[in-house]
């Protein structure tokens, strides 16, 4: 489970921290975009989230790197996130996102309501179709026995994005967790720690997608987790672990965290670009 940075009730939000990155150098930003525009609210207000301009020229050299950020795992209030869903996509809308999954996190106490829950708000939100809200869940601290069950629970009660929270140095996830939702066939192994090749290896069976992350403390082994992917032909997604509206990211940040992970832009693209194969896989 993240760590909570403070309350903030609902109706007061904090501000977005962080925001655009204005020291990256040219040589990485190179057809990337600049995605948060200077007058983000407006421009949304005037239905253009896509301004359009260089971006257009960019697409066509690069796909991928200069799509909006897709972001696979986020928490609401439904779980330890501070935000409600509703005002979490209102932030993540403003923070140039297009689509986001919010997957709050679940055992077999709450997997129910959860999902209940973010499906009846994506159903409201999702009636404006600039902006895609998907229902999933980020199954959390199971015991690995019950996992199989829990996945086909979480499918059933109608997630799109299954997210397993896996072995992360940050927590102690019993061990077997990583494989037993490998073996479950769940959507992407969360900050999957030191992941091994035996693991890496299902994965690729599986279609099991692993996770770069942003977030602090999960992010200690993403040069790990990168690099046994790539050796054994892993795909990856890179996620936020959103808690607060202050760990959504522009693709700028998205873009150093790959290669801060000692991954390239290449990779980079791909990882977005497997973002959305997945979404479309499921339905989402
Ligand atoms: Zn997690
Ligand atoms: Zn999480």
Redesign the pocket.
Known sequence: ??VKTGFHHPLVSPPIKGGRLKEIPRSLTIGVVHRQPKNSLSREASGRIFPKGPFRAAKDKKKGVDDPMIDL?THSFLSDGVLIPSELVRRARVAGYRAMAITD?ADESNIEAVLKQIAKVAKQLNTDKSFRLVPGV?L?HIPPAHIPLMVKKARALGAKVV????E?LA?PVEAGTNEAFIKAGIDIL??PGLVTAGEARMAVKKSVHFEITS?GG?SLTNGHVAAVAKKYGVKMVLNT?THSPGDLITDEKALKVALGAGLDEDDFRRMQENAKELLKKNRA
């Open positions: 489970m993240g795992h996190h980020e959390t997210v397993g929270h896996g992360t927590e969360a900050h977030r999960h672990d």
